[in-house]
T-cell receptor
Framework: NAGVTQTPKFQVLKTGQSMTLQCAQD?????MYWYRQDPGMGLRLIYY???????DKGEVPNGYNVSRLNKREFSLRLESAAPSQTSVYFC???????????FGEGSWLTVV | RKEVEQDPGPFNVPEGATVAFNCTYS??????FFWYRQDCRKEPKLLMS???SGNEDGRFTAQLNRASQYISLLIRDSKLSDSATYLC???????????FGRGTSLIVHP
Protein backbone atom coordinates (compact mmCIF):
# COMPACT_ATOMS: atom_id res chain seq x y z
CA ASN A 1 0.00 0.00 0.00
CA ALA A 2 2.96 2.33 -0.60
CA GLY A 3 1.55 4.72 -3.24
CA VAL A 4 4.04 7.58 -3.65
CA THR A 5 7.26 7.31 -1.65
CA GLN A 6 9.67 10.20 -1.14
CA THR A 7 13.12 10.24 0.40
CA PRO A 8 14.58 11.78 2.45
CA LYS A 9 11.84 13.03 4.74
CA PHE A 10 14.07 15.65 6.38
CA GLN A 11 17.31 17.23 5.19
CA VAL A 12 19.45 20.16 6.22
CA LEU A 13 21.83 21.52 3.61
CA LYS A 14 24.42 24.23 3.59
CA THR A 15 24.21 26.94 0.96
CA GLY A 16 25.87 25.73 -2.22
CA GLN A 17 25.52 22.02 -1.49
CA SER A 18 23.71 19.77 -3.90
CA MET A 19 21.23 17.02 -3.25
CA THR A 20 18.62 14.87 -4.95
CA LEU A 21 15.12 14.17 -3.70
CA GLN A 22 13.92 10.75 -4.74
CA CYS A 23 10.36 9.83 -5.60
CA ALA A 24 8.85 6.53 -6.65
CA GLN A 25 5.26 5.43 -7.26
CA ASP A 26 3.94 1.90 -7.48
CA UNK A 27 0.57 2.67 -9.07
CA UNK A 28 1.74 2.45 -12.70
CA UNK A 29 0.89 6.12 -13.16
CA UNK A 30 1.93 7.96 -16.29
CA UNK A 31 2.31 11.49 -14.91
CA MET A 32 4.49 12.66 -12.05
CA TYR A 33 4.97 16.05 -10.43
CA TRP A 34 7.20 17.94 -8.04
CA TYR A 35 5.69 20.75 -5.96
CA ARG A 36 6.99 23.01 -3.27
CA GLN A 37 4.78 24.45 -0.56
CA ASP A 38 5.64 27.55 1.39
CA PRO A 39 3.54 29.32 4.04
CA GLY A 40 0.97 31.57 2.40
CA MET A 41 2.01 30.52 -1.11
CA GLY A 42 0.11 27.31 -1.61
CA LEU A 43 1.44 24.51 -3.79
CA ARG A 44 3.65 25.60 -6.65
CA LEU A 45 4.63 23.29 -9.47
CA ILE A 46 8.36 22.97 -10.05
CA TYR A 47 8.53 20.36 -12.81
CA TYR A 48 6.31 17.66 -14.16
CA UNK A 49 6.60 14.61 -16.34
CA UNK A 50 3.53 13.88 -18.42
CA UNK A 51 4.83 10.43 -19.31
CA UNK A 52 8.01 8.38 -19.17
CA UNK A 53 10.72 10.08 -21.15
CA UNK A 54 9.31 13.62 -20.97
CA UNK A 55 9.79 16.44 -18.50
CA ASP A 56 8.55 20.03 -18.54
CA LYS A 57 8.97 23.14 -16.45
CA GLY A 58 6.28 24.24 -14.10
CA GLU A 59 5.76 27.57 -12.39
CA VAL A 60 9.02 27.75 -10.40
CA PRO A 61 11.73 25.64 -12.13
CA ASN A 62 14.77 27.87 -11.52
CA GLY A 63 17.43 26.22 -9.41
CA TYR A 64 16.10 22.70 -9.99
CA ASN A 65 16.56 19.84 -12.40
CA VAL A 66 14.58 16.63 -12.76
CA SER A 67 15.02 13.16 -14.16
CA ARG A 68 12.27 10.73 -15.07
CA LEU A 69 14.41 7.67 -14.63
CA ASN A 70 11.67 5.22 -15.61
CA LYS A 71 7.92 5.04 -15.26
CA ARG A 72 8.14 4.62 -11.48
CA GLU A 73 10.77 7.17 -10.52
CA PHE A 74 11.02 10.95 -10.79
CA SER A 75 13.87 12.70 -9.00
CA LEU A 76 14.41 16.38 -8.20
CA ARG A 77 17.92 17.78 -7.97
CA LEU A 78 19.13 20.97 -6.36
CA GLU A 79 22.53 21.68 -7.90
CA SER A 80 23.53 24.55 -5.61
CA ALA A 81 21.11 24.97 -2.75
CA ALA A 82 20.05 28.45 -1.65
CA PRO A 83 18.18 29.53 1.50
CA SER A 84 15.22 30.48 -0.74
CA GLN A 85 14.82 26.77 -1.48
CA THR A 86 13.96 26.02 2.13
CA SER A 87 10.53 24.49 1.76
CA VAL A 88 8.41 21.37 1.90
CA TYR A 89 8.62 19.39 -1.30
CA PHE A 90 5.87 17.07 -2.45
CA CYS A 91 6.06 14.52 -5.19
CA UNK A 92 2.78 13.46 -6.78
CA UNK A 93 1.49 11.21 -9.52
CA UNK A 94 -1.66 10.60 -11.54
CA UNK A 95 -2.74 7.95 -14.00
CA UNK A 96 -3.78 10.40 -16.71
CA UNK A 97 -4.57 14.13 -17.04
CA UNK A 98 -8.14 13.93 -15.79
CA UNK A 99 -7.46 11.66 -12.87
CA UNK A 100 -6.86 12.16 -9.19
CA UNK A 101 -3.41 13.21 -8.04
CA UNK A 102 -1.77 11.27 -5.23
CA PHE A 103 0.90 12.83 -3.07
CA GLY A 104 3.90 11.53 -1.21
CA GLU A 105 4.35 12.43 2.43
CA GLY A 106 6.66 15.33 1.71
CA SER A 107 10.32 16.18 2.17
CA TRP A 108 11.25 18.96 4.60
CA LEU A 109 14.33 20.75 3.32
CA THR A 110 16.20 23.47 5.19
CA VAL A 111 19.06 25.35 3.56
CA VAL A 112 21.27 27.28 5.97
CA ARG B 1 -6.87 37.28 -11.57
CA LYS B 2 -5.62 33.99 -10.12
CA GLU B 3 -6.72 30.87 -11.97
CA VAL B 4 -8.21 29.30 -8.87
CA GLU B 5 -9.26 31.42 -5.92
CA GLN B 6 -10.31 30.45 -2.43
CA ASP B 7 -11.09 32.43 0.69
CA PRO B 8 -8.16 31.57 2.98
CA GLY B 9 -10.30 31.88 6.13
CA PRO B 10 -9.92 30.71 8.78
CA PHE B 11 -13.49 29.60 9.16
CA ASN B 12 -13.97 29.12 12.88
CA VAL B 13 -17.10 27.06 13.64
CA PRO B 14 -18.51 25.10 16.60
CA GLU B 15 -18.96 21.36 16.49
CA GLY B 16 -22.17 20.42 14.77
CA ALA B 17 -22.26 23.47 12.55
CA THR B 18 -22.71 23.46 8.79
CA VAL B 19 -20.02 25.27 6.85
CA ALA B 20 -19.56 25.92 3.15
CA PHE B 21 -16.56 26.92 1.08
CA ASN B 22 -16.49 28.20 -2.46
CA CYS B 23 -13.74 28.09 -5.03
CA THR B 24 -13.83 30.12 -8.24
CA TYR B 25 -11.90 29.26 -11.37
CA SER B 26 -11.13 31.49 -14.33
CA UNK B 27 -10.62 29.06 -17.23
CA UNK B 28 -13.87 27.96 -18.82
CA UNK B 29 -12.03 24.98 -20.38
CA UNK B 30 -11.67 23.43 -16.93
CA UNK B 31 -12.99 19.89 -16.95
CA UNK B 32 -12.01 18.09 -13.77
CA PHE B 33 -12.57 19.33 -10.26
CA PHE B 34 -11.53 18.01 -6.88
CA TRP B 35 -11.48 18.90 -3.21
CA TYR B 36 -8.42 17.89 -1.22
CA ARG B 37 -7.86 18.01 2.50
CA GLN B 38 -4.49 18.87 4.02
CA ASP B 39 -3.71 18.46 7.68
CA CYS B 40 -0.90 20.44 9.30
CA ARG B 41 2.51 19.16 8.17
CA LYS B 42 0.93 16.43 6.04
CA GLU B 43 0.42 15.84 2.37
CA PRO B 44 -2.82 16.80 0.60
CA LYS B 45 -5.24 13.92 0.29
CA LEU B 46 -8.24 13.57 -1.97
CA LEU B 47 -11.48 14.35 -0.19
CA MET B 48 -13.77 14.01 -3.17
CA SER B 49 -14.08 14.58 -6.87
CA UNK B 50 -16.72 17.04 -8.02
CA UNK B 51 -19.15 15.88 -10.68
CA UNK B 52 -21.38 18.00 -12.88
CA SER B 53 -24.52 16.77 -11.18
CA GLY B 54 -23.11 17.32 -7.71
CA ASN B 55 -22.17 14.53 -5.35
CA GLU B 56 -22.34 13.63 -1.72
CA ASP B 57 -20.16 11.53 0.53
CA GLY B 58 -21.55 11.25 4.03
CA ARG B 59 -21.48 14.70 5.61
CA PHE B 60 -19.73 16.24 2.60
CA THR B 61 -21.47 17.62 -0.49
CA ALA B 62 -19.71 19.04 -3.52
CA GLN B 63 -21.35 21.12 -6.21
CA LEU B 64 -20.20 22.48 -9.56
CA ASN B 65 -21.64 25.60 -11.14
CA ARG B 66 -20.19 25.88 -14.64
CA ALA B 67 -22.15 28.99 -15.55
CA SER B 68 -20.65 30.97 -12.68
CA GLN B 69 -17.40 28.99 -12.69
CA TYR B 70 -17.22 27.89 -9.12
CA ILE B 71 -17.28 24.74 -7.07
CA SER B 72 -18.45 24.43 -3.51
CA LEU B 73 -17.95 22.13 -0.55
CA LEU B 74 -20.56 21.82 2.17
CA ILE B 75 -19.73 20.11 5.45
CA ARG B 76 -22.65 19.21 7.70
CA ASP B 77 -22.46 18.37 11.40
CA SER B 78 -18.84 19.49 11.67
CA LYS B 79 -16.49 17.39 13.79
CA LEU B 80 -13.31 18.45 15.57
CA SER B 81 -11.48 16.12 13.19
CA ASP B 82 -12.66 18.18 10.21
CA SER B 83 -10.20 20.91 11.21
CA ALA B 84 -7.81 21.16 8.26
CA THR B 85 -7.08 23.15 5.13
CA TYR B 86 -9.30 22.39 2.15
CA LEU B 87 -7.75 22.76 -1.27
CA CYS B 88 -9.66 23.22 -4.47
CA UNK B 89 -8.09 21.61 -7.56
CA UNK B 90 -9.01 22.27 -11.16
CA UNK B 91 -7.74 20.53 -14.28
CA UNK B 92 -8.13 22.01 -17.72
CA UNK B 93 -9.17 19.57 -20.39
CA UNK B 94 -6.13 17.95 -22.02
CA UNK B 95 -3.67 19.63 -19.68
CA UNK B 96 -1.35 17.61 -17.46
CA UNK B 97 -1.08 20.44 -14.98
CA UNK B 98 -3.58 20.61 -12.13
CA UNK B 99 -4.13 24.03 -10.66
CA PHE B 100 -4.43 24.29 -6.91
CA GLY B 101 -6.10 26.96 -4.90
CA ARG B 102 -4.23 28.20 -1.86
CA GLY B 103 -6.68 26.53 0.47
CA THR B 104 -9.31 27.45 3.01
CA SER B 105 -8.54 26.86 6.67
CA LEU B 106 -11.28 25.34 8.81
CA ILE B 107 -11.13 25.26 12.59
CA VAL B 108 -13.86 23.35 14.40
CA HIS B 109 -13.99 24.08 18.13
CA PRO B 110 -15.85 22.35 20.97
Amino acid sequence: NAGVTQTPKFQVLKTGQSMTLQCAQDMNHNSMYWYRQDPGMGLRLIYYSASEGTTDKGEVPNGYNVSRLNKREFSLRLESAAPSQTSVYFCASSANPRDTIYFGEGSWLTVV
Amino acid sequence: RKEVEQDPGPFNVPEGATVAFNCTYSNSASQSFFWYRQDCRKEPKLLMSVYSSGNEDGRFTAQLNRASQYISLLIRDSKLSDSATYLCVVKIGGSYIPTFGRGTSLIVHP
